[in-house]
């Protein structure tokens, strides 16, 4: 199967995006432990990610607060269990990891819920940034802590803007 990638310069850095060419199946990160790079053997097109592209803007600039695209990451059934749980995290709120394993009935997996949550391949679209720890803190983000810190900071404004009294 050929893996199709570019790469989309956004407010927080250059993602690579890569997918099949009907799902998207990967979105990296410039830097931090998720820093993702294409590989030789895929073929640069920018056809299929238009609507990603397009999305991603759209969330970037406050506009979008649910991605409607076709994606397909890839891990075990508990792995793909959590990350379509945390597309169930609503725009601009925060679960700890313990909620997130209570909410797909696994209590006392909030560990295991926690590495799954590290290696979701589709940040951001699947809004692995929403978790923090059961104290309140940020916790560890593929993309950098600061990226995280944006992404919360960026929702929250969204939900709720400065009033402009011009």
């Known amino acids: 199967m ?24 990967l979105l ?8 993702k790079r294409h590989e030789k053997q895929w073929l640069k097109d920018p056809a299929p990610f238009k609507e990603v592209k397009f999305q991603l803007d759209a969330y970037f600039a406050g506009e979008l607060q649910e991605f ?26 925060t679960w700890s990891y313990g909620q997130l ?5 696994k209590p006392k997996a909030s ?8 290696i979701n391949p589709i940040p951001v679209i699947i809004p692995c940034h929403r978790v923090i ?20 900071k960026l929702e929250s404004e969204a939900l709720a803007p400065e009033f402009n009294f011009a």
């Open 111 to 118: 560990r295991a819920v926690g590495a799954a949550n590290g």
């Open 28 to 35: 990296g990160f410039p830097q931090g432990k998720m820093l």
């Open 68 to 93: 409607d695209l076709p994606l397909l990451p890839t891990g075990t059934r508990f792995q793909e269990r959590v990350w379509q749980a945390l597309t169930e995290i609503p725009y601009g709120e």
């Open 2 to 25: 050929t893996t199709y990638y570019d790469y989309h310069n956004t407010v927080i850095g250059k993602l690579l995006v890569a997918g099949d060419g009907n799902y998207l199946s």
């Open 101 to 105: 394993a209570r909410h797909i009935g």
């Open 133 to 152: 720890g059961s104290s309140g803190k940020l916790t560890g983000f593929g993309g950098g802590l600061e990226t995280k810190q944006y992404l919360l």
